[in-house]
């Protein structure tokens, strides 16, 4: 009670915050961070973005750094997240990756047989992934001391489903069809992915992550049985090959029935989106993980009294619990006015102060 609340987003103590909450330790208040927040709701993103093509940024990482130094200064939350795009590791891979308006991410030759799978390379070595590499060193050297770095990958399935379908967003029946219908050639590729995803995300902990959360985006798509059979395997490999030394958030959207799979497949903290209540999903995930989440991104383009209704609720949810990390359940949506998320910040940091 009466704990006092950093007005720069700097955490108290020795120690971030946001670790103590991901090892399930008692904190001052609720550490905040959200995904998206150096994105397109940015006056000063989209300033970079008119002059800067995506792809370039991505691959520029000063500029990287920079930006999440900026963002995390202005937004005043308790981790940054490394500035990059999870399709990256797919070029070297064999599979250029377009960036395209209106169209998003786009392959020009999906993947569509089990011959198609054999073009998808071994990441036999990281040195064409040295630029995000270097981002992860640089943000990290920039950053205040007490302000964690989280590294991030996606998941196989989710990497698997863009290869396949050739964009996001689609209904995966391309993606299904494979799964359901070449055993061999699934287990090729999702193998692949996976062996590759945990040789980036340790390379990113050596760079200097503190944190890495592997975003399983697509998932949804799919029931428990087939999250089980198809998608569990190779995510489970990927968390259990990272270092141990390092919290490993494991986030899903679109079907809270996933989440006793997910929290089996591994994480120290599972990440959950607005599509079910934090205390329901903590309860079917077990109070020995923490929990990331899990405000709905369109309550930010709200009022500011909604923001805090809102807020208060997933908070009173959480009941002071250790290990509660407040996040949205996916990115800030671009239309997004800056002004609510800070109010969401200061509001996470006000009323948790209150409550533990």
């Given at each position: 009670?009466?704990?006092?609340?950093?007005?720069?987003?700097?955490?108290?103590?020795?120690?971030?915050?946001?670790?103590?909450?991901?090892?399930?330790?008692?904190?001052?208040?609720?550490?905040?961070?959200?995904?998206?927040?150096?994105?397109?709701?940015?006056?000063?993103?989209?300033?970079?973005?008119?002059?800067?093509?995506?792809?370039?940024?991505c691959k520029n990482p000063a500029l990287c750094a920079e930006l999440m130094v900026r963002t995390v200064e202005r937004l005043g939350v308790d981790a940054a997240i490394l500035f990059s795009d999870l399709l990256l590791i797919l070029e070297p891979m064999g599979f250029p990756v377009e960036y395209t308006a209106g169209e998003g991410p786009v392959f020009r030759r999906p993947i569509r047989s089990g011959q198609d799978v054999d073009r998808l390379r071994e990441l036999d070595s990281l040195e064409p992934m040295a630029f995000v590499l270097e981002a992860v060193r640089l943000t990290r050297s920039a950053l205040p001391e007490q302000i964690p770095l989280i590294g991030f990958a996606g998941a196989p399935f989710t990497l698997a489903s863009y290869l396949i379908e050739g964009q996001g967003?689609?209904?995966?029946?391309?993606?299904?069809?494979?799964?359901?219908?070449?055993?061999?050639?699934?287990?090729?590729?999702?193998?692949?992915?996976?062996?590759?995803?945990?040789?980036?995300?340790?390379?990113?902990?050596q760079a200097g992550a503190q944190a890495v959360q592997l975003f399983d985006t697509w998932v949804g798509c799919l029931g428990p049985k087939d999250y089980q059979q198809y998608v569990f395997p190779f995510s489970r490999a990927v968390i259990q090959a990272i270092d141990p030394a390092v919290p490993v958030i494991h986030f899903t959207t679109?079907?809270?029935?996933?989440?006793?799979?997910?929290?089996?497949?591994?994480?120290?903290?599972?990440?959950?989106?607005?599509?079910?209540?934090?205390?329901a999903a903590w309860e079917q995930i077990g109070y020995d993980r923490a929990i990331q989440g899990n405000l709905d991104p369109a309550v930010l383009l709200g009022t500011p009294e909604l923001i805090r209704r809102r807020v208060e609720d997933i908070l009173r949810q959480a009941g002071g619990r250790p290990g509660h990390i407040f996040n949205l359940g996916h990115g800030v949506l671009p239309e997004t006015p800056v002004e609510n998320v800070l109010t969401l910040v200061e509001t996470v940091h006000q009323l948790s102060a209150r409550q533990l």
């Open positions: 009670m009466g704990a006092s609340v950093p007005s720069s987003g700097s955490p108290c103590g020795e120690e971030s915050i946001f670790l103590k909450a991901a090892r399930r330790e008692p904190t001052p208040y609720t550490p905040v961070w959200l995904m998206r927040q150096a994105g397109r709701f940015l006056p000063e993103y989209r300033t970079l973005r008119s002059k800067v093509p995506f792809a370039e940024l967003g689609s209904n995966f029946h391309h993606t299904k069809r494979l799964m359901y219908s070449d055993a061999a050639a699934w287990q090729a590729l999702l193998d692949r992915l996976a062996r590759a995803v945990a040789r980036f995300l340790n390379a990113q902990i679109g079907n809270p029935a996933l989440l006793p799979l997910v929290r089996e497949a591994g994480g120290q903290v599972i990440g959950v989106d607005w599509r079910v209540r934090l205390d």
